[in-house]
């Protein structure tokens, strides 16, 4: 369990990694596509992507955090905080867009890392 809740911990931040530069670096480029929109639309929110690409870095940031802390239950309460966040900001970024891919990819892998974390509490 504790495996597996590090592998999917690892993979909800790199999401957010990738999130944060499409969103900080490639959105009038490469974000285009991911994201479906055009250039004027692009241009246009491109500063609004720069503050949306920086608070999921630092959503990885904490995720990649836990991974340093020794101490094994502050590091299961860090994960679950910005697990938790990233489940939150999922669901409520796919009922303020009406795009249910922003749930799918992150908030049902926040969700299972989650899950993984908590169990393997109970196995240790």
Sequence with gaps: MKIAARILTGLVALIHLYIMILETLLWTTRGLVVF?????????????AINQGWYNGVLAAGLIWVFFIKDAQWARNIATFFLLSICAMG??????????????????????????????????
């Design 36 to 48: 479906n929109m055009t250039a004027e639309y692009a241009q246009t929110t491109h500063i609004l």
């Design 91 to 124: 669901i409520v970024g796919t009922v303020t867009t009406g795009k249910m891919n922003i749930v799918l990819v992150q908030t049902v892998p926040a969700a299972l890392a989650l899950l993984f974390t908590w169990l393997a509490r109970k196995t240790q």
